[in-house]
């Protein structure tokens, strides 16, 4: 009785840390930058409509927007590798390991090629469906692959070498492209939550707040599937039904964060990990909240990062998150090697 009230203490006391530095980051996201605005000015803006035009131009036109944007999509992110994870009954799956990431990124590369010529805007909606079309594709490969080996670092191969033919063909149509497409398709592939619109946040905000409710009420399921397949179909789980929810569900977070922002490396696995170490338990109905969070908080200090170190010029966002996440990954197979 006494282990399961620390448990308890321990989890709440993480998720109010985990608010917490979110409050604060997001608050340093709108205030730091090549023009740092004062928290006064920034309560002024908010609060009363005050503070100087230049402060609340930058305010609602850029910040406000892309820090939304960056803690929407980094917890999407963090959720997408959470699923496939379970999905796959692997610490190490991911979508950017996987390859999935790199499936989007094809997709929306044919849009921006072939329809940004013709068209001079492309909706968020189009390019949403296309991410999710080529996440879809290269998750098929991945399962093909899943189906005939049962090793995980093989499938964790596979999925690299997938990621690798979608970013070969992607350069390959890249040749036959425009400059301007060119251009606008190397500034979106470095991964970046600049240029984000109010009206793409209204699309990001319905995705993944949607996505990630659907997950959250399949907090019980998953934490069956945890036990094993013949556990929850014991508990009442459709085996089937229950996966082909997870690769719907991971494949669309995924998605959603390719086409806003392209494709970001290591959030997927390292925020996962990093929770459930912080919560001290792997129980879904905490786990999935506690991982959004932790997505947008590892997101909101990337971006910070990104756009603050050399500033006026922008880090690439994936280049950040690579840094902090890539030990975080090698801990977790050094420490699953020594299970071994």
């Given at each position: 009785m006494k282990n399961q009230r620390d448990r308890t203490a321990r989890c709440i006391a993480a998720l109010l840390l985990l608010l917490l530095a979110l409050a604060v980051l997001a608050l340093l996201n709108v205030g730091l930058g090549s023009v740092n605005i004062s928290i006064g000015e920034i309560a002024k803006v908010l609060l009363h409509g005050g503070g100087s035009e230049t402060g609340s131009q930058i305010l609602w036109r850029i910040r406000l927007p892309r820090m939304i944007a960056c803690l929407l999509l980094g917890g999407a992110l963090a959720l997408s590798g959470f699923l496939l994870q379970t999905f796959f009954n692997n610490p190490i799956a991911g979508p950017f390991v996987l390859g999935i990431s790199s499936g989007a990124k094809l997709g929306v590369a044919l849009v921006m090629v072939f329809l940004l010529g013709r068209y001079q805007s492309i909706g968020s909606v189009t390019l949403i469906i296309t991410a999710f079309v080529g996440a879809m594709i290269s998750m098929g490969f991945v399962l093909a692959v899943a189906?005939?080996?049962?090793?995980?670092?093989?499938?964790?191969?596979?999925?690299?070498?997938?990621?690798?033919?979608?970013?070969?063909?992607?350069?390959?149509?890249?040749?036959?492209?425009?400059?301007?497409?060119?251009?606008?398709?190397?500034?979106?592939?470095?991964?970046?939550?600049?240029?984000?619109?109010?009206?793409?946040?209204?699309?990001?905000?319905?995705?993944?707040?949607?996505?990630?409710?659907l997950t959250f009420l399949l907090a019980k399921p998953i934490g069956a599937y945890q036990l094993g397949e013949a556990y929850a179909q014991n508990m009442g789980v459709n085996i089937k039904a229950f996966r082909v929810t997870l690769v719907l569900l991971s494949s669309v977070l995924s998605a959603c964060v390719t086409a806003f922002a392209g494709p970001i490396s290591f959030v997927g696995i390292a925020v996962p990990h990093l929770v459930k170490t912080l919560l001290g338990t792997s129980r879904p109905l905490v786990v999935i909240p506690a991982c959004f969070l932790g997505g947008a908080i590892f997101c909101l200090g990337c971006d910070l990062i990104a756009r603050t170190v050399f500033a006026p010029t922008e880090l690439s966002i994936s280049s950040v998150t690579a840094l902090f996440g890539a030990p975080v990954v090698i801990s977790l197979m050094l420490r699953r090697r020594a299970r071994e």
């Open positions: 189906h005939r080996v049962s090793s995980a670092s093989i499938l964790i191969v596979a999925g690299v070498m997938i990621g690798y033919i979608c970013s070969a063909i992607t350069d390959f149509i890249v040749t036959f492209a425009d400059d301007a497409s060119i251009v606008n398709l190397h500034n979106w592939s470095r991964g970046s939550f600049s240029g984000i619109s109010w009206d793409n946040v209204r699309v990001i905000a319905v995705m993944t707040i949607a996505t990630a409710l």
